[in-house]
């Protein structure tokens, strides 16, 4: 069999449904391939979704129904464990790929690659949506596990998902596969495109930080954070602005090295920087555009970001939560 293309799902069926009815369009051309659902739902949705197949054949399904909630991580592997074909491909219920991905995908079978590298494109549908990503992902293709195009045996190299961890196993398993083997080849024209009709909301984005960085904090990805060495730069620079007048002054308030008030300077400095970066520099990075931020969008840019930064910071120092023992 030419590609396995996997797909976690729980609890969103109509999102699996429009995928479905997206890939199928699109995957006519195709023969030897098969679509694995592993859906930890908490209703069985073969019923529904098997109908999306009988333009094709029902053996292009291989649907697993897991009465155990399963996170994406764990998901992935079920799938990898079934799939048999010789490349395997990952998308997500939410991430509909364009026609490129389709090309790209049979390129790769034709031409005998190792893999490519994921992007995904998150687009927004309201004004607040856009600062949401202003203040978080960001406008520009992300390098993600959607759209990933892999041979089997080379995934085998990298290892597979984190299985117990409810975000960040991505992120982990894109670094290791740089780490390990960097084969996956970086490209620009195929990607996926998250809706976030839904999920986009101010309330979803602080319980999903609060949630994915209180889970994830222990991957060195994530407990590296450079946040963190700017803190302690901070902290090191007021450090030093409490002691300047007694170093280079002595306290003299005629040397023309005595700095009045050099505290509150250097601390009202370090929030400008911060609040500079974080509203203007870094959604610039991630490709917000200049018409967003300077009308209308730099200061809700900045409360959001304000306060996802606590809420990572409220994450990180929360204690974690007991295992259960079954």
């Known amino acids: 069999m030419d590609f396995s293309i996997i797909i976690p799902a729980n609890n969103d069926l109509k999102d699996l449904e429009r995928l479905l009815e997206s890939m199928l369009q699109h995957l006519k051309n195709f023969k030897d391939f098969e679509i694995i659902v592993i859906d930890s739902s908490t209703r069985d949705n073969s019923e ?50 364009n026609k490129p991905w389709y090309e790209l995908l049979e390129e790769t079978i034709l031409q005998n690659i190792e893999g490519y590298c994921g992007k995904t494109i998150y687009e927004p549908n309201s004004f607040v949506q856009e600062i949401i990503l202003a203040s978080t992902f960001g406008f520009n293709p992300l390098k993600t596990v959607p759209g990933t ?144 931020i300077l009308f209308g969008g730099f200061l809700p840019i900045m409360l959001l970001s304000i306060l996802i930064d606590l809420t990572k910071i409220a994450a990180f120092i929360s204690p974690k939560k007991k295992n259960k023992k079954s």
């Open 149 to 292: 195009i892999i041979k089997k045996e080379h995934l085998d190299k990298i290892g597979y998902f984190i299985p117990n961890a409810r975000a960040g196993e991505d992120s982990d398993w894109l670094l290791r596969s740089l780490e390990l083997d960097a084969i996956l080849i970086n490209q620009e024209r195929a990607y996926t495109s998250y809706f976030t009709k839904d999920e986009l909301t101010l309330r979803n984005v602080f319980q999903k930080w609060f949630r994915n960085y209180r889970s994830a904090r222990d991957y060195s990805h994530i407990r590296d954070h450079k946040f963190i060495y700017i803190l302690f730069a901070n902290i090191g620079l007021i450090f030093f602005a409490f002691n300047w007048n007694n170093i280079f002054a002595k306290w003299d308030e005629s040397s023309f090295l005595y700095v009045d008030n050099i505290t509150k300077i250097i601390v009202m400095l370090s929030f400008a920087s911060y609040i500079f970066y974080r509203s203007f520099v870094l959604p610039r990075i991630k490709g917000a555009s200049f018409k967003l």
């Open 48 to 97: 529904c979704i098997s109908r999306y197949f009988e333009q094709q054949s029902l053996s292009n399904l291989v649907y697993y129904h897991s009465t155990k909630n399963l996170y994406p991580g764990a998901a992935r592997n079920k799938g990898i464990s079934i799939a048999k074909g010789r490349y395997l491909a990952f998308l997500d219920t939410k991430t509909i790929p």
